[in-house]
Structures are given as structure tokens and as C-alpha cells.
């Protein structure tokens, strides 16, 4: 599965923005779906992630209370990633990710399929 993400952007601390991951040639069906970020000089690290069937969710302690991962029914190609409150430390590029298994993981190993990445800079 190909995997396209995008909204990233330029926002002030405080702001909102929602990034869109998007499946080309097929729906998520079964995959459990990951938003991954990468800030400079740091490894890429989990941020959250969707089962498609049945929309369980699980989110890195950091972003808990402030980001939201959701799954678009009626495109069933679109899982979202709800980013409120942001800081400082919420600037990375941010990565989608899939996987075609019967539960989540944090571990980027773990995900065949990833998107091109797309940045998101907060600013003071």
C-alpha cells in the first residue's frame, strides 16, 4: 500500500493542525495505521496509532490529552492525526505508517509501509 501524508505547516504554540495519511490503490481494511515524528537530530519516534477495524487507539504518553487519530468512514482511505495545544517540542516531520497485523505497535520496524513524511513547525 502507498501511503501520502500531508497538512503539515507553520503554526504559532497553542495552535491546531490536522494531518491527513491517505492509501492509494486500496482501503485500510484490516491495518492498524501510525503517525511516527522525527525531530533534528533525534530517532523517530511513536506518536500514535488507529486499528481501522473497530478504531482502537493507542498514543505516546507525550501527545495524550492533545492529539487525536481518527479514521474517515466514509473515504475508508483517510486516517487523520488531530494535533491540539501544540509546542515547541511538537516540531518534527511527521510520518504516516501501516501495517497489516492483528495488533498495534510502537516499534517503526514493525511498519512495511510508510508515507514521504511532511513537517510541522511550531513556533514561540
Known amino acids: 500500500v502507498q501511503l501520502q501524508a500531508s497538512g503539515g505547516g507553520l503554526v504559532q504554540a497553542g495552535d491546531s493542525l490536522r494531518l491527513s495519511c491517505a492509501a492509494s490503490g486500496r482501503t485500510f481494511g484490516s491495518y492498524f495505521v501510525a503517525w511516527f515524528r522525527q525531530a533534528p537530530g533525534t530517532d523517530r519516534e511513536f506518536v500514535a496509532a488507529i486499528r481501522w477495524n473497530g478504531g482502537i487507539t493507542s498514543y505516546a504518553d507525550s501527545v495524550k490529552g492533545r492529539f487525536a487519530v481518527a479514521r474517515d468512514l466514509d473515504k475508508k482511505n483517510i486516517v487523520y492525526l488531530q494535533m491540539n495545544s501544540l509546542g515547541l517540542e511538537d516540531t518534527a516531520v511527521y510520518y504516516c505508517?501501516?501495517?497489516?497485523?492483528?495488533?498495534?505497535?510502537?516499534?517503526?520496524?514493525?511498519?512495511?509501509?510508510w508515507g514521504q513524511g511532511t513537517q510541522v513547525t511550531v513556533s514561540s
Open positions: 505508517a501501516a501495517r497489516d497485523a492483528p495488533g498495534a505497535s510502537t516499534v517503526e520496524a514493525e511498519y512495511p509501509y
